[in-house]
């Protein structure tokens, strides 16, 4: 750590999320010398390659914008580069390196074949028409699609990337490579979409989130959960918990959070759903159309609403030590992150101090890369498969990745440290097929 905070100063996330996996496999890299006498730690904690590159544009007014393009392409050790973009103005090469990191090993723990990669650009799609928007997308895809392919690298949606510039990426990325392969994932269901894969991410979480409650004897039915985020792994977070007969509290967005005391009304959702999704919509307005949903400006729901269950799904470190301290002393038992790193590290080590039920993102949400995997193997087949095919095989997939923390990560009879476990199982994959391949 020491090393790498020397060599790139200046990423605290990316320092954050490596902190986090090197003190998980400690004692297992320490039981195999011949990691260290292969790199193998160093290897992974470099990105395979980095590209950076100037995105330029041409607004409706006729000026011309430029941004900042990436790809960080982490690691192709079990698969295909495979991961996100992310369009925020927050967006730097620290966070992509953080999401690139991350994205390796939980592409491990989904048990298909896949490596981590992550990319986007500070450009940010808030306030944009649609025609910037594929105008912004076409620059981007014309700079990086010689670096993407199916059996390539595979990009997908993140933060401000949904299923319209995706739309806009594919067809661009067609265009220049002359070729109908699922180079993307996450398309529209016209031209080679999953089914279910808007859906997965949340749906995902919520199904990790049952294997949880079920090591303890705990019924979903009732309980209280309180949400952040409105967007794509937020909404289909509320809409699965909703559907389980959970009530959803509070939800958020980069501008403040609403709490809803007794739980959104399935009225309430839709509303929340569509505004979000299609109108572009703030959370600020709910109020105006349901006068008992309380808004709060500038504030995050940990410390507003009283919860048995947390989901944060907006963004890195939103959850901090206090917001924990708060849940907990609230009788908060479980927290599954439908984000990448929402909790603080501070925050972390008082969920796993206080032996609640806590899944870190690269288990939780995994669900929404797994459902891409299961997007790629569909191109690959030239075939589709149901709605009803899909849901089963996530489901299976989200049991099988918690087996599999329960596996490396029970610590006693009574506790699992779910941190532990997903961050050996996606490394043990990972560093067995490094070992294979020889120095890369
Ligand atoms: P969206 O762009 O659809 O939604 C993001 C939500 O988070 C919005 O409500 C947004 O608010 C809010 N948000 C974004 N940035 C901030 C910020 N800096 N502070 C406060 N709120 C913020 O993205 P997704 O739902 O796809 O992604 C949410 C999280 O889930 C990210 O961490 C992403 O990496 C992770 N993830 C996504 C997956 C996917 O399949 N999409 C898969 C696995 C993880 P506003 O409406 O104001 O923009
Ligand atoms: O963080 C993530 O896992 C994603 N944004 C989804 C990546 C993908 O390739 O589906």
Redesign the pocket.
Known sequence: MADLRLRFPNEPEYHQAVEEVLSSIEEICNERPEYERLGLIERLCIPDRIFAFRVSWVDDKGRVRSNMGYRVQHSNAIGPYKG?I?F?S?VNLSILKF?AFEQTFKNSLTTLAMGGAKGGSDFSP?GKSNMEIMRFCQAFVAELWRQLGADTDVP???????AREVGYMYGYYKKMAREFTGAFT?KGMSFGGSLMRPE??GYGNCYFLLNMLATRGIDIKDKRVAVS??????NYTAKKLLELGAKVVSM????GCIIAPDGLTPEQFEFIFDL?TYQAG?LSEVPEQFPDIQYHSGKRPWQLVQCDIAMP????N?LDEDDAAALLAGGCFAVSE???M?STPGAVHKFIEARILYAP?KAA?AG??ATSGLEMAQNSQKLSWTAEEVDAKLKSIMTDIHAKCVEYGRVDSSYVNYVRGANIAGFIKVADAMMAQGVL
């Open positions: 996100g992310r925020h927050s999401l808030k997908a949606g993140d933060i401000g990337v949904g996450g997965a991410t985020g409105s967007g794509n792994v937020a958020s967005d980069s501008n979000k703030r799904s907006a963004t890195q939103e439908g984000a990448n929402p993102g949400n929404g890369v």
